[in-house]
């Protein structure tokens, strides 16, 4: 079955006009090539991912603002099908291996069709994971301080359910200035409670600032406050250790990369029989540790109410992660070329010409991305808004709610101000 790009979809350059208005406008589209529309290619797949803007820790690197994965999922016998294309390829660049930033988009454009043909000829899928690195530190100081295990500030009903959780933790986060965050990430790495402390009377006085003006509704200042004034006070106790490992990009990326394998089994019956991740040896450890657990279950996050999400095991995988260097593997190689083109295909705002720009056109629409950015938590925040609101409550329910949260609010006020044994 053959495709051409929807001519009336959105541009996959990122314009926000329709393909047809954009690059596939007489002026500046060439014709698209027919490829196959990926299918299900039975119940077992091998899934290959790469890195790029590889930095962990070091968030805060003006040049490499954004942390990405690109992850390739093929029949079995991909590598016996791709090893004489890739060949070919190889001979036409005068390279040794196919590496995104050593071909260039000139380099790319010499092969792009034929890798548009090897991709859609197997059906392969494309699956990509985007993290802000400045939003990734707030994200991080939000779990940090509105964890109700740690600061008695908070309880489990503001910090629990995505209902709240996701206003009050995008409400925190947008106290926060980028000298901010930097302080923060300094504090959480050296796990250094007196910096932490002293860093949070900034979002307190802003925080002020927005209550003066109506910014926030009085019981989110309260919320905020309260939770900030606590930390202040008791900081070891939030910071609870400080920095670990996992608390790096390289890391969630795996998770947010595992939970779309997830839905893909969901949505094909795909298995990965194996998973192969670039080599590089700082954080392998890590990124196979959080496999390991979160290969097994899936989390259903539907009920916007629930303390906590559901858990559900998952047959999704049944392998290993295992990590393998380019030069073995030719998907690590096809997948590093097609994640710098993607790249660069959008900062450019799909200015590019050529094989390299219908290869990148059919990967973007094809593909799949999560980001984990500011914008998509404010649209995550506004959908558990609209979902909460568009609930049916009679009176009787609405009475009983509000006597309720009168007696977590008591619970909590009252753990917020117990006296806390010596740190």
């Given at each position: 079955?053959?495709?051409?790009?929807?001519?009336?979809?959105?541009?996959?350059?990122?314009?926000?006009?329709?393909?047809?208005?954009?690059?596939?406008?007489?002026?500046?589209?060439?014709?698209?090539?027919?490829?196959?529309?990926?299918?299900?290619?039975?119940?077992?797949?091998?899934?290959?991912?790469?890195?790029?803007?590889?930095?962990?820790?070091?968030?805060f690197d003006k040049d490499q603002p954004e942390f990405w994965t690109g992850t390739l999922v093929t029949p079995p016998d991909f590598e016996k099908i791709a090893a004489p294309v890739v060949t070919e390829c190889l001979s036409i660049?005068?390279?040794?291996?196919?590496?995104?930033?050593?071909?260039?988009?000139?380099?790319?454009?010499?092969?792009?069709?034929?890798?548009?043909?090897?991709?859609?000829?197997?059906?392969?899928?494309?699956?990509?994971?985007?993290?802000?690195?400045?939003?990734?530190?707030?994200?991080?100081?939000?779990?940090?301080?509105?964890?109700?295990?740690?600061?008695?500030?908070?309880?489990?009903?503001?910090?629990?359910?995505?209902?709240?959780?996701?206003?009050?933790?995008?409400?925190?986060?947008q106290l926060l200035r980028k000298d901010d965050l930097g302080r923060w990430w300094k504090a959480f790495e050296g796990n250094d409670a007196q910096g932490f402390s002293k860093m949070m009377e900034g979002p307190l006085k802003r925080?002020?600032?927005?209550?003066?003006?109506?910014?926030?509704?009085?019981?989110?200042?309260?919320?905020?406050?309260?939770?900030?004034?606590?930390?202040?006070?008791?900081?070891?106790?939030v910071l609870e250790g400080g920095f670990s490992p996992l608390d790096t990009p390289n890391v969630v990326a795996v998770t947010l990369v595992v939970n779309m394998l997830h839905n893909l089994h969901e949505e094909t019956g795909a298995?990965?029989?194996?998973?192969?991740?670039?080599?590089?040896?700082?954080?392998?450890?890590?990124?196979?540790?959080?496999?390991?657990?979160?290969?097994?279950?899936?989390?259903?996050?539907?009920?916007?109410?629930?303390?906590?999400?559901?858990?559900?095991?998952?047959?999704?995988?049944?392998?290993?992660?295992?990590?393998?260097?380019?030069?073995?593997?030719?998907?690590?190689?096809?997948?590093?070329?097609?994640?710098?083109?993607?790249?660069?295909?959008?900062?450019?705002?799909?200015?590019?010409?050529?094989?390299?720009?219908?290869?990148?056109?059919?990967?973007?629409?094809?593909?799949?991305?999560?980001?984990?950015?500011?914008?998509?938590?404010?649209?995550?925040?506004?959908?558990?808004?609209?979902?909460?609101?568009?609930?049916?409550?009679?009176?009787?329910?609405?009475?009983?709610?509000?006597?309720?949260?009168?007696?977590?609010?008591?619970?909590?006020?009252?753990?917020?101000?117990?006296?806390?044994?010596?740190?």
């Amino acid at each position: 079955m053959s495709k051409k790009f929807p001519v009336n979809a959105l541009c996959p350059c990122g314009s926000g006009k329709k393909y047809k208005k954009c690059h596939g406008s007489a002026r500046t589209a060439e014709k698209t090539p027919l490829l196959r529309t990926p299918e299900t290619f039975g119940e077992d797949c091998i899934a290959y991912t790469d890195e790029s803007g590889n930095s962990g820790s070091h968030l805060f690197d003006k040049d490499q603002p954004e942390f990405w994965t690109g992850t390739l999922v093929t029949p079995p016998d991909f590598e016996k099908i791709a090893a004489p294309v890739v060949t070919e390829c190889l001979s036409i660049v005068g390279q040794k291996e196919l590496h995104g930033n050593a071909l260039g988009l000139s380099g790319i454009d010499k092969i792009g069709d034929k890798l548009g043909h090897l991709f859609g000829g197997t059906g392969a899928q494309f699956l990509f994971t985007k993290i802000d690195k400045l939003h990734f530190a707030g994200a991080k100081f939000a779990d940090t301080l509105l964890d109700s295990g740690t600061n008695n500030a908070m309880s489990l009903v503001q910090y629990g359910p995505s209902a709240t959780r996701l206003p009050l933790a995008l409400q925190l986060i947008q106290l926060l200035r980028k000298d901010d965050l930097g302080r923060w990430w300094k504090a959480f790495e050296g796990n250094d409670a007196q910096g932490f402390s002293k860093m949070m009377e900034g979002p307190l006085k802003r925080l002020e600032t927005f209550e003066k003006n109506n910014v926030y509704d009085p019981r989110t200042v309260r919320l905020l406050r309260d939770a900030l004034t606590w930390a202040v006070a008791h900081p070891k106790r939030v910071l609870e250790g400080g920095f670990s490992p996992l608390d790096t990009p390289n890391v969630v990326a795996v998770t947010l990369v595992v939970n779309m394998l997830h839905n893909l089994h969901e949505e094909t019956g795909a298995r990965v029989v194996t998973f192969i991740h670039d080599e590089q040896n700082q954080f392998i450890k890590h990124i196979k540790f959080i496999h390991s657990h979160s290969k097994q279950f899936q989390l259903d996050t539907s009920n916007i109410c629930a303390p906590l999400p559901s858990v559900r095991g998952a047959l999704t995988f049944g392998c290993d992660l295992e990590s393998r260097t380019s030069d073995k593997r030719v998907g690590l190689q096809l997948i590093d070329t097609v994640l710098w083109l993607v790249r660069r295909f959008l900062k450019l705002k799909g200015e590019v010409d050529g094989a390299a720009r219908r290869l990148a056109i059919y990967v973007v629409a094809t593909g799949n991305i999560t980001t984990f950015d500011r914008p998509t938590m404010i649209k995550q925040a506004e959908s558990v808004c609209q979902q909460l609101y568009a609930r049916p409550l009679t009176e009787e329910q609405m009475r009983k709610g509000r006597k309720l949260m009168r007696e977590f609010e008591e619970n909590r006020v009252a753990r917020m101000n117990a006296v806390v044994e010596d740190e």
